[in-house]
């Protein structure tokens, strides 16, 4: 892999954490349905399913990134 494709794979992980960020609140937002305690709690959950991708793709960013250093 060139160097230059590593860097456009670090970018898209750090763009897709950032994504990941605006659809743990839409999903949040989104699926609270009708109020009740049981779609709100189905909400949450969602949420907070997005919401854990967040890290790992800025991980990911940064090991890309690091790793494109790393090459000649």
Avoid at 1 to 8: E, G, P, V
Avoid at 30 to 39: L, P, Q, W, Y
Wanted: charged share 20%; hydrophobic share 55%; with cysteine.
């Amino acid at each position: 892999m060139s160097k230059n494709m590593i860097r456009f794979i670090s970018n898209l992980c750090l763009v897709l954490g950032f994504l990941s960020i605006v659809g743990a609140i839409f999903m949040w937002s989104i699926k609270r349905g009708d109020g009740s305690a049981e779609a709100l709690a189905h909400a949450e959950r969602w949420g907070i399913f997005v919401g854990l991708w967040v890290p790992s793709f800025f991980a990911l960013s940064t090991r890309f990134d690091r790793y494109a250093d790393k090459m000649q």
